[in-house]
């Protein structure tokens, strides 16, 4: 899924913070969402759009739901809303929340180990994924996509950036940490020509077996600076301590992230139908400013797209 970052292709260790269930959120599985007339998702009031309902298939408007699976956890995207409980949230479920909420039906998760998501969906348990999965050819050979954020690897720094880190060659010469057999750890590597270049010394990159003990490394001073897929940063630096241990490095010429790419929600191709209802309430999500609201619940504003695209990879 995101990352070049294909979502996986790294893999990210992190806590699953508590959090409060969004307005409205029923129990995960074939009976949780929000209620069929519109709702509130993220502080934001979302109404449904009749033209939009009437054009989704027949067998979805009689059932009243679209049946979405989602690998939890895997934050922010999709998180327990409580330890030991069913209900879900997280940017991805709230994204669903509101897209129900736009087409009038419900958007109903159910958890899915990740491997399994694309085999449920060819074999009709499912008619769309939302698991911040990345959208490349090779999926879209069994599936289309409907895309709703652009992702890559970030930088996670210290609270207030002491060391004033804003972009990967202020990571030259100096310790950085990184979870080793990553495509953030390839991103280093790859980086320290770069720094060689320009008559700087390479980073001093430090592995770590797990994304945690990266960022223990970082609350300790061991390093300056974390790179990590950039959605998990962000969910870090409004996270943790209150927000207070952390903070997300922006860097204004990679503000999806380095080598961001299209994370999408996945159809079942045989619902065509279903994929263009959904791309155009995204849409209407993305003109009235909603889907970035979602998105920066999340400490990821900059991960929204300003357009609902279709199967938009480039890989």
């Given at each position: 899924?995101y ?25 995960s ?6 209620p069929?007339g519109?709702?509130?998702v993220?502080?934001v009031?979302v ?7 009437d054009a989704l ?11 979405v699976?989602?690998d939890?956890?895997?934050?922010p ?5 409580a330890?030991?409980?069913?209900e879900?949230t ?7 929340q509101?897209l129900?909420a736009?087409?009038g039906?419900?958007?109903a ?5 990740f ?6 969906l ?6 769309a994924a939302?698991?911040a999965?990345?959208?490349?050819k090779?999926?879209?050979?069994v599936?289309?996509?409907v895309d709703?954020?652009?992702s890559g690897?970030?930088i996670?720094v ?19 940490g ?10 280093l590597?790859?980086?320290?020509a770069?720094?060689?270049a320009a ?8 592995t ?16 300056i600076?974390e790179?990590v897929?950039k959605?998990?940063?962000g969910?870090?630096?409004?996270t ?5 241990a952390f ?8 503000p ?8 999408g929600?996945a159809v079942?191709r045989?619902?065509?139908q279903?994929t263009?209802a ?11 400013g ?6 920066d619940k ?9 357009e ?8």
């Amino acid at each position: 899924m995101y990352i070049s970052v294909p979502r996986r292709g790294a893999t990210v260790a992190l806590a699953c913070t508590a959090l409060a269930a969004v307005s409205g959120c029923g129990a995960s599985g074939a009976g949780g969402g929000e209620p069929a007339g519109g709702g509130k998702v993220a502080g934001v009031t979302v109404t449904r759009d009749a033209a939009l309902h009437d054009a989704l298939p027949e067998q979805v408007r009689k059932a009243g739901a679209v049946r979405v699976a989602t690998d939890v956890p895997y934050p922010p995207f999709a998180m327990f809303a409580a330890e030991g409980k069913s209900e879900l949230t997280g940017l991805d479920y709230d994204l669903g929340q509101a897209l129900g909420a736009k087409l009038g039906v419900r958007f109903a998760f159910t958890p899915t180990k990740f491997d399994g998501i694309v085999p449920a969906l060819q074999a009709g348990k499912f008619d769309a994924a939302m698991s911040a999965l990345t959208d490349n050819k090779e999926r879209q050979k069994v599936v289309d996509f409907v895309d709703y954020s652009r992702s890559g690897s970030g930088i996670l720094v210290a609270e207030g950036n002491p060391a004033k880190i804003s972009t990967l060659d202020g990571l030259c010469g100096r310790k950085v940490g990184v979870q080793a057999a990553t495509n953030q750890h390839k991103l280093l590597e790859a980086h320290q020509a770069t720094c060689r270049a320009a008559g700087r010394q390479a980073a001093d990159i430090q592995t770590f077996p797990k994304d945690s003990d990266a960022q223990l490394a970082l609350r300790s001073g061991k390093v300056i600076a974390e790179v990590v897929t950039k959605p998990a940063a962000g969910w870090s630096a409004k996270t943790a301590d209150g927000g207070k241990a952390f903070d997300l490095a922006e860097d204004p010429g990679a503000p999806a992230g380095y080598g961001a790419s299209p994370n999408g929600i996945a159809v079942d191709r045989r619902l065509p139908q279903l994929t263009d209802a959904i791309q155009r309430a995204l849409q209407a999500l993305i003109d009235d400013g909603t889907l970035t609201k979602i998105c920066d619940k999340y400490g990821v504003a900059s991960i929204a797209v300003k357009e609902a695209t279709k199967n938009a990879a480039v890989d």
